[in-house]
T-cell receptor
Framework: DADVTQTPRNRITKTGKRIMLECSQT?????MYWYRQDPGLGLRLIYY???????NKGEISDGYSVSRQAQAKFSLSLESAIPNQTALYFC??????????FGQGTRLTVV | DAKTTQPTSMDCAEGRAANLPCNHS???????VYWYRQIHSQGPQYIIH???NNETNEMASLIITEDRKSSTLILPHATLRDTAVYYC???????????FGTGTSLTVIP
């Protein structure tokens, strides 16, 4: 089983719909992140959380919200999806002073 | 967190060593150098990280200059499966994110 699991792996949704992307991890890390990647570009941070009671905005948080339900679970929601949110979304976890471990990504298409 | 500069793309012959450079001239004393790679559209994969000493693991070696303003990731015997985008990232332990930039696209040629 993967250390960082994202569901769904692929999703097509309509403009205006609310959608949730889920992430769970078995590494026991406190820190979790949501990134977005557009074609040909690097990853950009949406939100991050250093523990269950800590939620922080990243560089592109507008139009997104998150929930840290437990140490192992961090969900990303698009309140009202729009086409320019079509992208590849990655969840990651890390521990203090260590590298981050990424999930396999969720490919989201908003039509 | 300090920013990094990497070449956009590189080629390497299969079986040869791939040397990927990274400049991080504004790195501060408590910031580490991390390397990741991303194969096609998979999740980025952690490769190695270091502070000031050279590091080696089963995947690669990391050489950091004495002034810490640049580093080189070395894949000792590149294979076709090493074709990927390689990201050099500088981050302190209290840093809130890993800044990925656009990385170096490495193509290993048969």
């Amino acid at each position: 089983d993967a250390d960082v699991t994202q569901t769904p792996r692929n999703r097509i949704t309509k403009t205006g719909k609310r959608i949730m992307l889920e992430c769970s991890q078995t590494k026991g890390h406190d820190r979790m992140y949501w990134y977005r990647q557009d074609p040909g570009l690097g990853l950009r941070l949406i939100y991050y959380s250093f523990d269950v009671k800590d939620i922080n905005k990243g560089e592109i948080s507008d139009g997104y919200s998150v929930s840290r339900q437990a140490q192992a679970k961090f969900s990303l929601s698009l309140e009202s999806a729009i086409p320019n949110q079509t992208a590849l979304y990655f969840c990651a976890t890390s521990d203090y002073g260590q590298g981050a471990f990424f999930g396999q990504g969720t490919r989201l298409t908003v039509v | 967190d300090a920013k990094t500069t990497q070449p956009t793309s590189m080629d390497c012959a299969e079986g040869r060593a791939a040397n990927l450079p990274c400049n991080h001239s504004t790195i501060s004393g408590n910031e580490y150098v991390y390397w990741y790679r991303q194969i096609h559209s998979q999740g980025p994969q952690y490769i190695i990280h270091g502070l000031k000493n050279n590091e080696t693991n089963e995947m690669a070696s990391l050489i950091i200059t004495e002034d810490r303003k640049s580093s080189t990731l070395i894949l000792p015997h590149a294979t076709l499966r090493d074709t990927a985008v390689y990201y050099c990232i500088v981050r302190g332990n209290t840093g809130n994110q890993f800044y990925f930039g656009t990385g170096t696209s490495l193509t290993v040629i048969p």
